[in-house]
């Protein structure tokens, strides 16, 4: 969930409720911090469904009809609840109606709930990922990603490589130039090459490396491809340090399908990786 969302919601139904967890103690289904948020036609979000969220929506909607401001619940995740994950979760409900609009509107990431009541964080910003190549496994990537916490921009050398429906929310380029891409993407983007020549992988390989710093890099390939392009790149001055980051083949290791939807899904673990664990994140080597 994010602000701007919560003021949509409030803006067309004139009220909603933040669902946040406030505390999570031992074994459950989101953390704290997550957040749901509904009105009283819609609920978007989770909070990690089962019984503890039927509860809370119907809780939420409760909040909605009297117009309540702010609640702390208490839920163990136990017997009573159906559930045997063993921890413990603490609820916090926050009603939001026109009135609030300007001090969300004024909200730069975060806000209380209620005066002196819990805060809500958004979460960072979705990390951007670069796709070269719109072949099998780029299309397959590519789906793959859409509904997942990235911003995709997918790149392509040939103007009618795209397939006819793109996911919705991926950015397609389709450029002579895919390596000006690598040197104009952001300093801690996700970059994934596949495309359908060696040549032009090894010119957007070396643009990302030339320039230092990237989140991860990943080419498509064996062994023996990663062995030739390490010695053409050395050939290009780019330094050790730089090289040993470069990922060939992709995906995780021992996963040797090499169906395109089977690859796609390996390296969507890898950016998982890199993007909620923080593997690589922001760093920049000489």
């Known amino acids: 969930m994010r602000i701007a969302d919560l003021i949509t919601a409030v803006e067309r139904e004139g009220s909603a409720v933040v669902v946040m967890v406030a505390e999570a103690r ?16 819609h609920a978007a979000g989770t909070i990690g469904g ?33 559930q045997c994950c063993g921890g413990h979760m603490r609820l916090a409900f926050a009603v939001f109606g026109v009135g609030n609009l300007p001090k969300l509107r004024s909200a730069e990431g975060e806000m209380a709930l209620w005066s002196d009541g819990p805060i809500f964080v958004e979460a960072p910003e979705p990390r951007p990922v670069l796709i ?8 397959a990537l590519a789906r ?39 040197k104009a ?23 990302v490396l030339e320039r230092g710093e990237f989140g991860f890099l990943g080419v498509i390939g064996s062994a023996t491809k990663k062995t030739l392009f ?14 040993a980051r470069l990922v060939c083949p992709i995906g995780v290791p021992g996963i040797n399908d090499k169906r395109p939807e089977v ?19 922001n760093l920049k080597t000489a």
């Open 26 to 41: 031992g074994s459950v289904p989101r953390e704290a911090g997550a957040a749901m948020l509904v009105t009283g036609s």
């Open 185 to 207: 993407a952001p300093a801690d983007a996700l970059h994934v090459v596949l495309t359908h020549s060696h040549a032009l992988d090894m010119e957007i390989v070396a643009a």
């Open 50 to 82: 089962g019984t503890v969220e039927h509860r809370a929506l119907a809780q939420a909607r409760v909040m909605l009809g009297h117009g309540e401001s702010g609640l702390i619940l208490d839920f163990p995740l136990g017997p009573e609840l159906d």
């Open 144 to 182: 793959a990603l859409a509904p997942l916490p990235f911003t995709v921009r997918w790149i392509d050398a040939r103007l009618d490589a795209f397939p006819a429906k793109v996911p919705a929310g991926i950015e397609t380029v389709a450029t002579p130039l895919p390596e000006a891409e690598a």
């Open 132 to 139: 070269y190549g719109a072949g099998h496994v780029g299309t």
């Open 263 to 281: 690859i796609a899904a390996s390296v969507v673990v890898q950016l998982l990786e890199m993007a909620v664990c923080g593997v690589q994140k």
């Open 230 to 243: 390490l010695r053409r790149l050395r050939e290009r001055g780019i330094p050790e340090s730089r090289l």
